[in-house]
C-alpha cells in the first residue's frame, strides 16, 4: 500500500452534505474487474453533462482545482454503499486526502485501505478551511504531528494509532494478520467442540 | 465494552469471536460466513493471486451474482462489462473452490435473500459481505455489516476482519402497528428521526413489542436500512420466531445439532441491565405510512404530509440541502405527497423483494389495472422466491393488473444492469436508497412500503394506503 507522510497543496471546496458513494462514482463503472482507471468518472454526474462533456463550472473541472489533491466537503462524506471503488476514484484522481466534519463507517476504512486519509474536524474548523479551499490557499497536512495548516490556521486532527502506523508505513494488513495465522487456526479448533453445526460445512 | 456485567446481544457476539489483540492494538474478528457477489469481489481475488495466498477456508464463504445480472433474457448477457464480472466470480469461485450459484441455479437471487433462504444465516453468527445491506442479516440476531473490497481479500485470506467495538444504541418500538402501517415505515420513520448519520460509530439493536411482533421477513426489512440510519450493523434479538424461520432450511444446523444451536442461540439476547451508550423510544401510534420526498433517505414525510418548504430548516446547510433536493426532484414546497404523479413503479430488493412482500402487493392490486401512464416492474428477490410467487398465482395477478414479471436480482434498486429510470422520471420504489441518480441518471426516486408502491400503481399517483379501496 502507498504510504502518506505529509501533503501540500491547494484543496477543492465541495461544500455539500451527504455525498454518498453514488456521487462519488457511479454504478455503470463498478463493472469495472480493476482498481485503476476510475479517476476520469469521479463525481461523474456532477462532472460531465449528459453528453458527456465536461461540466465547466464544477470545482474539479477548474483550474487549480482539477490538480487538487485535498478535498474538503460537507457533513457524513461517503454515505451509502461499501463500494471501494469510492476511495479508488478519488485516489486515481489524485486526491489523496479528504476533510469533512463526519464520514460513513465503511468509506473512512476503505480509505485506509488504499492510503487515501480522512480528516474529521470541527464545523467551526470545516468552514475556516472551506473558505481558506475557496480563496485557494495552499494547504499542508502533517500527519506525523497530526495538523493542518492553512494560511494562519493550524488545525490539529486526531486519528487511531494503528491506521496513522499503517499509512506512515504502507503496511499490508493481510500480511500482518497472517502472522497470527496460528491463533486463528487455535480459535477454529475450539468452536469445532463448542459450536459444531457451524463448521458442518456443506 | 467491558467483560463483566450485563451484555448486550452485540458485546455477546463480538466477545464470542475474538480471535485476539494484534500487536497494533487492534482487534482480531472471527468470520463465521462470508458472501460474495460479482461487483465488489474481483480485486479481491486478484489481490490474493499477486501474492499467492490461498482462500484459508473456502466452505465459509458463499457466491452468487445479483448486481450486474440482466432480469430478462437471463442465457445472455448483452453487457460486455457485466458479462465479464460475472464470468469472472464464476471462475474465481472455482478456482477456489467456493460454492456458487450460477445465474441458472433456481437459489441465485440477491445475496441477503439467498442467505436467510438458505438457512445460511443464524442467530449469533458473524457475516460479512462486500456490500452495505449485510445489515439485513441482524434480523437474525447476527453481527453483519458491509465490508470494502481490500476487506474481502483479507477474510478470504484469514477468515477475519480487523475492527474495533461499536458503540451501542438501542430503538425500542412499542405499541400495536397502526392500520396501514408497517416494517418498511417504521424504518423509514426511524432513520427520519435520527438522520443518515444518527448511526454512525453504532450497531443498532432493535426491540420493543412491535419489533418483536414482525415475522422475520419484517425484521429483515427493518435491519436492512440500519446503513441508511449510518449504522454499521442492525440486530434483533433471535427468539422462537427466528428459530422457526431457520428450522429445516438447507444449510440450517441438522437434527443432530439443532437442540445444541437453540441452546446457545436463546442464550444471546440482551441481558436486562444492559447498557447502551444511546437510547431511543418510540410510540408506534405516532408512525403513520411513510414516503421519501427527497434524495436522502432521512428525507421522509407521512403520505398524508407536504413536500417541506427550505425556509422551514433550521440550519443554512440544511436549507441549502433541501432547495438542492427539491430541484433535482423536480418537487415544490407544499405540494402534496398525494398529488405527485408517477412514471414508473419498482417493488423488488433486497429491502422488499420477499414472498410476503409480493403476496401483499398482490392482495391490493387483484382484479385491478394499472395506471395507465406508470410501467410497474416486479423483481423477486431470488429464484425460489420467484417459483414460490408462482406456486401461488401470484404471478398471474400481478401480470393481469399489468406488471412486468421479472427474474430475479437487484434490477433497479441500483440500475447496474439494463433496468433503469430516465432522466427526470419519478419512481415509486421499494428499495433503501434514493440518491441522486440511483436508479438512472436524473431518475426520482420515492421510498415507500410495497402496500404503497402497489396502491400507487393502481392510482398512478402516490397512494395512502388506508384509503385505497
Ligand atoms: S438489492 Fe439494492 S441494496 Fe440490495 S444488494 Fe442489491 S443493489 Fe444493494
Redesign the pocket.
Known amino acids: 500500500m502507498d504510504k502518506f507522510h505529509s501533503l501540500k497543496g491547494i484543496a477543492a471546496p465541495l461544500p455539500i452534505v451527504n455525498i454518498d458513494t453514488d456521487m462519488i462514482i457511479p454504478k455503470q463503472f463498478l463493472k469495472t474487474i480493476k482498481r485503476t482507471g476510475l479517476g476520469v468518472s469521479l463525481f461523474y454526474e456532477m462532472r460531465y453533462d449528459n453528453d458527456g462533456n465536461l461540466i465547466k463550472d464544477f470545482v474539479l473541472n477548474t483550474s487549480p482545482y482539477d490538480q487538487s489533491k485535498i478535498l474538503v466537503a460537507g457533513d457524513n462524506f461517503g454515505c451509502g454503499s461499501s463500494r471501494e471503488h469510492a476511495p479508488w476514484s478519488l485516489k486515481d484522481f489524485g486526491i489523496r486526502s479528504v476533510i469533512s466534519t463526519s464520514f460513513a463507517d465503511i468509506f473512512y476504512n476503505n480509505c485506509f485501505q488504499n492510503g487515501i486519509l480522512p480528516i474529521v474536524v470541527s464545523p467551526e474548523n470545516l468552514d475556516q478551511l472551506m473558505t481558506a479551499a475557496k480563496n485557494q490557499i495552499e494547504f499542508t497536512i502533517d500527519l506525523p504531528e497530526q495538523v493542518i495548516k492553512a494560511g494562519n490556521h493550524l488545525i490539529k486532527f486526531e486519528i487511531e494509532d494503528f491506521r496513522k502506523e499503517r499509512l506512515l508505513q504502507g503496511l499490508d494488513d493481510i500480511g500482518i494478520t497472517l502472522g497470527y495465522k496460528d491463533k486463528i487456526i487455535a480459535y477454529e479448533e475450539d468452536k469445532k467442540n463448542k459450536k459444531p453445526w457451524l463448521f458442518k460445512d456443506n | 465494552m467491558s467483560n463483566q456485567g450485563p451484555k448486550t446481544l452485540f458485546d455477546k457476539i463480538w466477545s464470542e469471536h475474538l480471535v485476539g489483540q494484534r500487536e497494533d492494538g487492534t482487534n482480531l474478528l472471527y468470520i463465521d460466513r462470508h458472501l460474495v457477489h460479482e461487483v465488489t469481489s474481483p480485486q479481491a481475488f486478484e489481490g490474493l493471486k499477486i501474492s499467492n495466498r490461498p482462500v484459508h477456508r473456502p466452505e465459509a464463504t458463499i457466491a452468487v451474482a445479483?448486481?450486474n445480472v440482466p432480469t430478462i433474457n437471463r442465457q445472455n448477457i448483452e453487457d460486455p462489462q457485466s458479462k465479464i464480472q460475472v464470468e469472472t466470480l464464476a471462475k474465481n469461485t472455482k478456482e477456489h473452490g467456493i460454492q456458487y450459484f450460477d445465474l441458472m441455479d433456481q437459489r441465485q437471487g440477491?445475496?441477503?435473500i439467498i442467505g436467510p433462504e438458505q438457512g445460511i444465516t443464524q442467530p449469533g453468527m458473524t457475516i460479512v459481505c462486500g456490500?452495505s445491506?449485510t445489515s439485513t442479516h441482524g434480523a437474525f440476531g447476527a453481527l453483519a455489516f458491509g465490508i470494502g473490497t481490500s476487506e474481502v481479500e483479507h477474510v478470504l485470506a484469514t477468515q477475519t476482519i480487523v475492527q474495533n467495538p461499536a458503540k451501542n444504541m438501542r430503538i425500542s418500538v412499542n405499541g400495536e402497528l397502526p392500520f396501514g402501517v408497517n416494517s418498511k415505515d417504521l424504518i423509514l420513520y426511524i432513520i427520519g428521526k435520527i438522520g443518515t448519520a444518527g448511526g454512525t460509530g453504532h450497531v443498532i439493536e432493535y426491540a420493543g413489542s412491535s419489533i418483536m411482533g414482525l415475522s422475520m421477513e419484517g425484521r429483515m426489512t427493518i435491519c436492512n436500512m440500519s446503513i441508511e440510519a449510518g449504522a454499521r450493523a442492525g440486530l434483533i434479538s433471535p427468539d422462537q420466531t427466528t428459530f422457526n424461520y431457520i428450522k429445516g432450511r438447507p444449510y440450517a444446523p441438522g437434527t443432530e445439532h439443532w437442540d445444541q444451536a437453540v441452546e446457545y442461540w436463546s442464550s444471546l439476547p440482551s441481558d436486562n441491565d444492559a447498557n447502551y451508550d444511546h437510547e431511543i423510544v418510540i410510540d408506534s401510534s405516532e408512525i403513520d405510512p411513510m414516503v421519501t420526498w427527497g434524495t436522502s433517505p432521512e428525507d421522509v414525510v407521512s403520505v398524508k404530509g407536504t413536500v417541506p418548504n427550505p425556509s422551514s430548516a433550521k440550519t443554512e446547510n440544511k436549507k441549502k440541502s433541501i432547495e438542492r433536493s427539491l430541484e433535482y426532484m423536480g418537487l415544490k414546497p407544499g405540494t402534496k405527497i398525494t398529488d405527485i404523479k408517477l412514471d414508473k413503479i419498482f417493488i423488488g430488493?433486497?429491502t422488499n423483494g420477499r414472498i410476503e412482500d409480493l403476496r401483499k402487493v398482490a392482495s391490493i392490486v387483484k382484479d385491478k389495472k394499472i395506471a395507465s401512464h406508470v410501467q410497474a416492474m416486479i423483481v423477486p428477490g431470488s429464484g425460489l422466491v420467484k417459483k414460490q410467487a408462482e406456486e401461488e398465482g401470484i404471478d398471474k395477478i400481478l401480470k393481469d393488473a399489468g406488471f412486468e414479471w421479472r427474474e430475479a436480482g437487484?434490477s433497479m434498486?441500483?440500475g447496474m444492469n439494463p433496468d433503469q429510470l430516465k432522466p427526470g422520471e419519478r419512481c415509486a420504489s421499494t428499495?433503501?436508497r434514493n440518491f441522486e441518480g440511483r436508479q438512472g441518471r436524473g431518475g426520482r426516486t420515492h421510498l415507500m412500503s410495497p402496500e404503497l408502491a402497489a396502491a400507487s400503481a393502481i392510482t398512478g399517483n402516490i397512494s395512502d394506503i388506508r384509503d385505497f379501496t
Request: charged share 15%.
Open positions: 445479483d448486481h440477491i445475496v441477503h456490500d445491506h430488493s433486497c437487484c434498486c441500483l428499495s433503501n
